[in-house]
């Protein structure tokens, strides 16, 4: 079944330490996106991109870096900069060639910070 | 500065009953709606989506509307079930050109569905 993995589904880590979210997916979508979900907020995008070894930050990429050297992985470093890092964190893709193709969501990972 | 509100925040309906969900938006220009599914705890799925010359469109028993003109929303949901329980997103896209992949996407913040048997 064609999908998006991200792993783990639950991360634990104390303050200052750097962490990273993984997220492969296998529908060969070109774009890559990552959101970050907070209770009674809309998701906010932190990160994306659409080619390979290019991307671009979103609205709120402070404290955050990615990297894309294959198509299929996208996966997001949550850096000891980030000040509020406890967050449900959603990986996406999508084809750029539509404006009205949708996002296809992986599961998530909820990482908690203390 | 684009804006996308759903009402209510919360709704808990019982099983068999029908519901209705609003999102107004302040999005411009308009690009297209989609609405998503989100079960607790994983990832959003979509359900329908909407551009500016669609007025109704259904998915099963979920059915959504659009007036473009007073930039307005709902997705009406019809003889609920317990698998009905979850959040529904509401997702704008605006219609500039650049940006992700052809114009930015604003999200609500969802309204949480709870049916109860």
């Known amino acids: 079944d064609g999908g998006i993995t991200q792993s783990p589904k639950y991360l634990f880590r104390k303050e200052g330490q750097n962490v990273t979210l993984s997220c492969e997916q296998n529908?060969?979508?070109?774009?890559m996106y990552w959101y970050r979900q907070d209770p009674g907020q809309g998701l906010r995008l932190i990160y994306y991109s659409q080619i390979v070894n290019d991307f671009q930050k979103g609205d709120i990429a402070e404290g955050y870096s990615v990297s894309r050297e294959k198509k299929e992985s996208f996966p997001l470093t949550v850096t000891s900069a980030q000040k509020n890092p406890t967050a449900f964190y959603l990986c996406a893709s999508s084809i750029i060639r539509t404006k009205n193709s949708p996002l296809h969501f992986g599961n998530g990972t909820r990482l908690t910070v203390t | 500065k684009n804006q996308v509100e759903q009402s209510p925040q919360s709704l808990i309906i019982l099983e068999g009953k029908n519901c209705t969900l609003q999102c107004n938006y302040t999005v411009s220009p308009f690009s297209n709606l989609r609405w998503y599914k989100q079960d607790t705890g994983r990832g959003p799925v979509s359900l329908t989506i909407?551009?500016?010359?669609?007025n109704t469109k259904s998915n099963g028993r979920y059915t959504a509307t659009l007036d473009a003109d007073t930039k307005q929303s709902s997705l009406h949901i019809t003889a609920s079930q317990l698998s009905d329980s979850a959040s529904y997103i509401c997702?704008?896209?605006?219609?500039?050109?650049?940006?992700?992949?052809?114009?930015?996407?604003?999200f609500g913040q969802g309204t949480i569905l709870t049916v109860h048997p």
């Open positions: 909407m551009t500016f010359s669609e």
């Open positions: 529908l060969n979508h070109d774009a």
């Open positions: 997702v704008v896209r605006d219609g500039n050109a650049g940006g992700t992949s052809y114009g930015k996407l604003t």
